[in-house]
Every structure is written in structure tokens, then in C-alpha cells.
């Protein structure tokens, strides 16, 4: 079995801000989602995290990974099966049985909470329409409560009932770090200066989500955040332009309980997930409510 480059491994660390161990789990996590070794599972890892992968992957290695990413498409749900009955027989109907934490709703209604980086929100858009789902937009949300002046809890409420899966998009859109008089010596370097966070109504209604449709909510995080230990052993999709990314996004989708439609090739391409410096991001006014 070809070993994890711990060279490479060491680079993961750096650039993400994980222990060895989060980043374990996340390269077991792509040889479960793309069948790779765990070498080249590091590989692809290290790659969605921007890592310079050029001095650890041979060409081989690469098209290796990309022939996964692309071949590994989300298996079909079948939801029944009939047997056509025999003559003066009575009708019987096979039911497949599902595994419990699949949701048993399949739709294409995808609501996704976001901060103020609409240049990631309009990216995560892109992405879903190209596998043929619909995006929901907060005023769609709005006029489904029925209310001339909803409370913004009831409008998730609606959205978070409408949709067959929701995706929470984590993005560095705040700095912050914790008090110098409550740090302790344990305490890891974010917590000592200034890092990213994502907005504290996505981290709220992250939390919204998980209560209401744990088994449909998907954790997507775009360019470098803090963590957060309310979600800790959670998988976390860190989204990036390679395909094996996109690949496990889709998938996620698929399990979440969203009828993807990967048969075409756009979904590989669209929608930027590059992530960019804050002053390179959209400076647009927020299209989701005021507190956003």
C-alpha cells in the first residue's frame, strides 16, 4: 500500500490550520468518495486546499485522480419496484428499502445560506443549475410564507421545508480571534490573532439547519475560515475548481436528497470556486435580508 507523503501531509497542515488528525479524516474521506489510495486520496486533498501538489504528484498520479473524478458519478435511488402479477394472481410490490439517514424526498429545490461573498453564492448557483436543480432565492422564500411581514424565522422555516437539500456556505467574510485575557497556552494560532469567520447568521443558521434536516444539510466552505467545534467530526466539503471536488459535491447533493443530473459536462466548469482575496470579492449590496 503507497504511503501518504508526509512532506505533502505537513503542507496540508499549514495551509488549512488542521491537526493531523481533521486532515486524516479528510483524505479518508476522498478515498471513500473518489476510490483512491490514500496517496493519491492526499494528493487530491492537498489540491482543493491550493497546495502546490507539482513536486509530489507524477502525470500518472494526476490522470489517475481525474479519471475518478470523472467516472465516480452518484448512484441512481430507486425508490420501488413492481412484478407484473400472473394471471388470477394478486398484484405484489417489491419495496426497496432505504438506508435510515437517506431523506426519502427527492426534489431539485436547493436552498443555500450564505453570507456576504455573492461572488460565492452566484459561483455555488452556477454549479447547481448546471446539474439541474433549482436554486432558492430569499424572495422566492419570502412569498412562500404567505405573509406581507414574515419573521426572517419563518422564512428559513419555509425554505428549510421546501428544499430537498440545504447548503450552507462557509466564507471568510468576518476577522476574528479570541480576547487576549481568555487565551491559554493549549490555544491553537487562530485563536491568537486575526482569522476568517463566516458571518455569525450563516453560523446560526447553520445550526437552524442541522435541527430541522440533519440528514439534508451539506457543510461547503470556500477559502480559509476558523472552525468552529459545534460541528467538529462533521464533514466539511472545501470547495475548489478540481473535478473531484465538484464530483463530491454532486454527490452530497444525491445523498442529501436532490435528483442531480450529471450526464452532461457543464457542472465541471461552472461556476468559479477560486477563492479571492476580500478586496477582490463582490462589493454588491446583499440580495438576502439586511442582517446578512
Given at each position: 500500500?503507497?504511503?501518504?507523503?508526509q512532506?505533502?501531509?505537513?503542507?496540508?497542515?499549514?495551509?488549512t490550520?488542521?491537526?493531523?488528525?481533521?486532515?486524516?479524516?479528510l483524505?479518508?474521506?476522498?478515498v471513500?468518495?473518489?476510490?483512491?489510495?490514500?496517496?493519491?486520496?492526499?494528493i487530491?486533498?492537498?489540491?482543493?486546499?491550493?497546495?502546490?501538489?507539482s513536486?509530489?504528484?507524477s502525470?500518472?498520479?494526476?490522470s489517475?485522480?481525474?479519471?475518478?473524478?470523472?467516472?465516480a458519478?452518484p448512484?441512481?435511488?430507486?425508490?420501488?419496484?413492481?412484478?407484473?402479477?400472473?394471471?388470477?394472481?394478486?398484484?405484489r410490490?417489491a419495496r426497496?428499502?432505504?438506508?435510515?439517514s437517506v431523506?426519502p424526498?427527492?426534489g431539485?429545490?436547493?436552498?443555500?445560506?450564505?453570507?456576504?461573498?455573492l461572488?460565492?453564492r452566484?459561483?455555488?448557483?452556477?454549479?447547481l443549475?448546471?446539474?439541474?436543480?433549482?436554486p432558492?432565492?430569499?424572495?422566492?422564500?419570502?412569498?412562500?410564507?404567505?405573509?406581507?411581514?414574515?419573521?426572517?424565522?419563518e422564512?428559513?422555516?419555509?425554505?428549510?421545508?421546501?428544499?430537498?437539500?440545504?447548503?450552507?456556505?462557509?466564507?471568510?467574510?468576518?476577522e476574528?480571534?479570541?480576547?487576549?485575557?481568555?487565551?491559554?497556552s493549549?490555544?491553537?494560532?487562530h485563536?491568537?490573532?486575526?482569522?476568517g469567520q463566516?458571518?455569525?447568521?450563516?453560523?446560526?443558521?447553520a445550526?437552524?439547519?442541522?435541527?430541522?434536516?440533519?440528514?439534508?444539510?451539506?457543510?461547503?466552505?470556500?477559502?480559509?475560515t476558523?472552525?468552529?467545534?459545534?460541528?467538529?467530526?462533521?464533514?466539511v466539503?472545501?470547495?475548489?475548481?478540481?473535478?473531484?471536488?465538484?464530483?463530491?459535491?454532486a454527490?452530497?447533493?444525491?445523498?442529501?436528497?436532490?435528483?442531480?443530473?450529471?450526464?452532461?459536462?457543464?457542472w465541471?466548469?461552472?461556476?468559479?470556486?477560486?477563492?479571492?482575496?476580500?478586496t477582490?470579492?463582490?462589493?454588491?449590496t446583499?440580495?438576502?435580508?439586511?442582517?446578512g
Open positions: 500500500m503507497a504511503r501518504i507523503n512532506q505533502l501531509f505537513s503542507r496540508i497542515q499549514t495551509v490550520g488542521l491537526g493531523s488528525r481533521r486532515v486524516y479524516e483524505i479518508e474521506a476522498k471513500r468518495s473518489a476510490h483512491l489510495p490514500r496517496n493519491l486520496a492526499a487530491a486533498v492537498a489540491a482543493e486546499h491550493s497546495v502546490n501538489i513536486k509530489f504528484a502525470e500518472e498520479d494526476l489517475s485522480i481525474r479519471q475518478s473524478a470523472v467516472s458519478a448512484a441512481p435511488v430507486i425508490l420501488q419496484s413492481s412484478t407484473t402479477p400472473s394471471r388470477g394472481a394478486s398484484r410490490v426497496v428499502k432505504r438506508p435510515a431523506q424526498r427527492r431539485t429545490t436547493v436552498f443555500v445560506v450564505h453570507g456576504r461573498n461572488a460565492a452566484d459561483a455555488v448557483f452556477a454549479f443549475r448546471s446539474l439541474g436543480l433549482r432558492l432565492e430569499w424572495t422566492q422564500a419570502l412569498k412562500l410564507t404567505g405573509k406581507g411581514s414574515p419573521y426572517v424565522g422564512v428559513l422555516d419555509t425554505a428549510f421545508h421546501e428544499a430537498a437539500a440545504i447548503i450552507v456556505l462557509l466564507t471568510p467574510d468576518d476574528a480571534r479570541l480576547k487576549t485575557a481568555f487565551v491559554t493549549r490555544d491553537p494560532q485563536e491568537r490573532q486575526l482569522t463566516a458571518r455569525p447568521n450563516v453560523l446560526f443558521e445550526g437552524m439547519a442541522f435541527g430541522k434536516n440533519p440528514n439534508s444539510t451539506i457543510l461547503v466552505q470556500l477559502g480559509d476558523r472552525p468552529f467545534s459545534d460541528v467538529g467530526g462533521r464533514h466539503l472545501y470547495l475548489s475548481n478540481n473535478p473531484a471536488s465538484r464530483q463530491e459535491f454527490t452530497k447533493l444525491a445523498n442529501a436528497g436532490c435528483n442531480v443530473d450529471t450526464s452532461g459536462a457543464d465541471l466548469s461552472a461556476g468559479d470556486f477560486q477563492p479571492r482575496h476580500p477582490t470579492a463582490s462589493t454588491r446583499p440580495r438576502k435580508r439586511n442582517a
